[in-house]
T-cell receptor, first 112, second 113 residues
Framework: DGGITQSPKYLFRKEGQNVTLSCEQN?????MYWYRQDPGQGLRLIYY???????QKGDIAEGYSVSREKKESFPLTVTSAQKNPTAFYLC???????????FGPGTRLTVL | GENVEQHPSTLSVQEGDSAVIKCTYS??????FPWYKQELGKRPQLIID?????GEKKDQRIAVTLNKTAKHFSLHITETQPEDSAVYFC????????????FGQGTELSVKP
């Protein structure tokens, strides 16, 4: 569990602001993922990356952007185009594309 | 694309009883099926997983069964304890899609002492 970290734990955003959520892992995992969780619902995939400098859209990518410049880092930017960003954001990583995914502790984003 | 349905949404059992949670999936090419436990405000933690070439897997009080023909898989928890109370999620990994997980809606399990 300690191998994947997210910051900050809580984040508040004003209307029209972009905010960036950090995700770092020291597990030497190739693949990284971003999920969004709304109350009483399952996790939905935003973006994922299998290797450095490459990423793909998930099921709810609109209003979000990512980068993967380093193997250990996969930051997520929530742009002002995301109309309902208040949610719990979870980052995960895995060794390959068919292995166990380890989750970070999450970032709770609230729009003021 | 893949769709995962999970039932029931809530489950209440007495301590010591068994609990069963069921999931169905739509993509017959999906090949990896993990189960996660999530306590309130915490990260999901993998409790057991199964691959498509296996029909059943057991780990102490927890077991998972997979029926590929019917495209459903189930989580079985025996001798439940109050610390088993949490939300449980099933998931499926579609074949050759980067390992992304498609999650069910979750089951809130309550174990009463």
């Amino acid at each position: 569990d300690g191998g994947i970290t997210q910051s900050p734990k809580y984040l508040f955003r004003k209307e029209g602001q972009n905010v960036t959520l950090s995700c770092e892992q020291n597990l030497n995992h190739d693949a990284m993922y971003w999920y969004r969780q709304d109350p009483g619902q399952g996790l939905r995939l935003i973006y994922y990356s299998q290797i450095v400098n490459d990423f793909q859209k998930g099921d709810i990518a609109e209003g979000y952007s990512v980068s993967r410049e380093k193997k250990e880092s996969f930051p997520l930017t929530v742009t002002s185009a995301q109309k309902n960003p208040t949610a719990f954001y979870l980052c995960a990583s895995s060794m390959g594309s068919t292995g166990e995914q380890f989750f970070g502790p999450g970032t709770r984003l609230t729009v003021l | 694309g893949e769709n995962v349905e999970q039932h029931p949404s809530t489950l209440s059992v007495q301590e010591g009883d068994s609990a069963v949670i069921k999931c169905t999936y739509s993509d017959s090419a999906s090949n990896y099926f993990p189960w996660y436990k999530q306590e309130l405000g915490k990260r999901p933690q993998l409790i057991i997983d199964i691959r498509s070439n296996v029909g059943e897997k057991k780990d102490q009080r927890i077991a998972v069964t997979l029926n590929k023909t019917a495209k459903h898989f189930s989580l079985h928890i025996t001798e439940t304890q109050p610390e088993d109370s949490a939300v449980y999620f099933c998931a499926a990994t579609p074949y050759n899609q980067g390992g992304k997980l498609i999650f069910g809606q979750g089951t809130e399990l309550s174990v009463k002492p």
